[in-house]
Every structure is written in C-alpha cells, then in structure tokens.
C-alpha cells in the first residue's frame, strides 16, 4: 500500500502543483525539495566513481547505505583515538591509516551504494553525512592535540578552518543548488591520503628543519592544511557572493 506521502505525491503531479493549502507545511517542503547538483572535481575523482560502482554492484543485499554510513562515522572516531593512544605507542599510527581506509569505505560507498539501488533519501543522507563529518573532524582534531604530534593551538586552528570552509559549502548549496564535494582538486579523499601518508612519514620523522628551525611534522603540516582551508573560503566566499549579487541585482 503507497505511503500517504507517496500518495499525496501523485495527487500533487495530477494538479500540477496547485492547491498547495491542502498539505501540510512539512509535506509541502518535501514536494518542492529539490536536490542540488554534486560538483566533484578532485584529482582522483575519475578513478575512485569507478571503484566504488564495482563495490556497489558486488555489495551483499544485507547491507545498506545505513550500515556503511555507521562504519564510516565508527572509524571516522576512532581515527582520533588512535591519534590520541599513539601518544603511549607509535603502533596506534598504523592503526590511524586503517580506520582512515574504512572510514573511506564507508563513507564514499553509503551514497554510492543508494544511488545504484535507486534508494535515495537526499534530505536525510545529506543532513546525517554531514553532521557525522563535523563531529568525526571534532574527535579526529582533538585526538590529534592530545597525540603530542601536534600542538593543541594548531589542531584547535584546523579545526576552525574546516568548519568555516564546511559551512561556506553547506550555504553555497542551499542558495545556489550545487553541491561542492571538492575545492581546487582537493576533496576528502585526497585529504585522507595526505593524512595516512602523513602518519607513515611521522613514524619515521616526526619533527622537521624548516627556516633553521626545528617543527613538529604535523604542525607544520596543521598550519599549511588551515591556511589553505581559509584560502580556499576566501576565494569561494567572493565567487559565490558575485554570483548570487548578479542573480539578485536591485533594479
């Protein structure tokens, strides 16, 4: 038996839309919900839509979007609980670089995985996908102050920058209707890369000679990733403004 949602959604398609008044204000927004479009172009964007396609159509039918939207947000925390535990043992590096490819898997594969199976639900995977990234970069950034290879000032900074960047491109999706899910070819799959081959140099080196003097590895990794965050906000906060200017100019 059809939903009433699902109902009322061939009711509102048979009157073109008209009669508005007649639903209530939640079924109405989810009758004129319109999903934005997904902008992704990151360096290894071409490669990785093509893994998880073959990933999606091998997946067993017991798992869905949910179960892996929960193991990435699972590992997404543990990867700052090995930051945290590699203080008392550098093994826990090696165990950051395995939560980061499930977290990966998780993460990059519940869409994909919806998509394939025509089992979307764009209002609710969008707001879980990503109030789960900002409290799982929380717990990795806390994790990351208290791992003694990086300062707490730094992480905190990080922290900061990627949020302000975060919310830049949740805005930019409500107002514009597009969806960045990467910024000058850098997109949270690259990130993770940068972060586990980070975690296999710190292993080895954890402080490097710059301007002749010495840093923590990740500090000034920390302090290049923020500044570049704020770079890339600055640069998209006045593309976006322009845009929405020109669309919105006074008569």
Not at 201 to 228: Q, R, T
Not at 231 to 249: D, F, K, N, P, S
């Amino acid at each position: 038996m059809a939903s009433r949602v699902q109902r009322i959604e061939v009711a509102y398609t048979d009157m073109g839309g008209a009669a508005l008044e007649q639903f209530t204000p939640r079924e109405r927004q989810k009758l004129e919900f319109k999903n934005a479009r997904r902008v992704q172009r990151s360096i290894v964007t071409g490669a990785e839509k093509k893994v998880l396609r073959w990933l999606a159509e091998r997946m067993p039918t017991w798992i869905n979007s949910d179960h892996l939207t929960a193991l990435g947000f699972a590992a997404q925390l543990m990867v700052g609980v090995s930051y945290a535990l590699s203080r008392y043992n550098r093994m826990w590096l090696w165990g950051a670089c395995v939560f980061l490819f499930l977290n990966w898997f998780g993460d990059s594969l519940d869409g994909t995985l919806a998509r394939f199976r025509d089992q979307q639900r764009p209002r609710y995977g969008f707001y879980v996908d990503h109030i789960i990234d900002s409290v799982g970069a929380a717990f990795l950034c806390a994790g990351l102050a208290f791992s003694g290879y990086m300062t707490p000032l730094i992480a905190l900074v990080l922290l900061v920058a990627f949020l302000l960047l975060s919310i830049e491109t949740y805005l930019a999706t409500y107002c514009l209707g597009e969806f960045y899910l990467s910024h000058f070819l850098l997109g949270p799959t690259e990130i993770r890369l940068v972060l586990a081959a980070g975690n296999v140099a710190l292993w080895y080196k954890p402080h490097v000679h710059f301007l002749n003097s010495v840093y923590l590895l990740f500090d000034l990794g920390g302090v290049v990733a923020a500044i570049g965050m704020m770079g890339m906000l600055v640069v998209t906060a006045i593309r976006h403004t322009a845009v929405l200017y020109q669309e919105e100019r006074l008569p």
